[in-house]
């Protein structure tokens, strides 16, 4: 069974940093795209970050360029985002979802791009 579970969210001052992790059971990790989406309250779904297959470009939004860093571990079929310098802004749900190769003419950021979601974890970012 195909199966993504994120953890490591939680409540965190601004300024501060997390570390989540997105756990893939069912398949090998680096044989897709993994992608992290998050989605805040009254918002719609975005997509953070994407992380490739294979050696290639990795994508970041604009809004977390330079605070967030995607990763893999193969060896424990693990995704990582270190989220540093957080801002209340970021507060949301967390999701790891995997891609495919992106269809002709398609954009990273595109949510339908993704599927086999995990169920989430929620990070705040509160003083």
């Known amino acids: 069974q195909v199966q993504l579970v994120e953890s490591g969210g939680g409540l965190v001052q601004p300024g501060g940093s997390l570390r989540l992790s997105c756990a893939a059971s069912?398949?090998?990790?680096?044989?897709?795209?993994i992608g992290w989406l998050r989605q805040a309250p009254g918002k719609e779904r975005e997509v953070v970050s994407r992380?490739?297959?294979?050696?290639?470009?990795?994508y970041y939004a604009d809004s977390v360029k330079g605070r967030f860093t995607i990763s893999r571990d193969n060896a424990k079929n693990t995704v990582f985002l270190q989220m540093n310098n957080l801002k209340p802004e970021d507060t949301a749900v967390y999701y790891c979802?995997?891609?495919?190769?992106?269809?002709?003419?398609?954009?990273?950021?595109?949510?339908?791009?993704?599927?086999?979601w995990g169920q989430g974890t929620q990070v705040t970012v509160s003083s």
């Open positions: 979802a995997r891609s495919g190769p992106l269809r002709t003419g398609a954009q990273w950021w595109a949510v339908r791009e993704y599927d086999t």
């Open positions: 069912g398949f090998t990790l680096d044989s897709y795209a």
């Open positions: 992380l490739p297959s294979k050696l290639g470009r990795v």
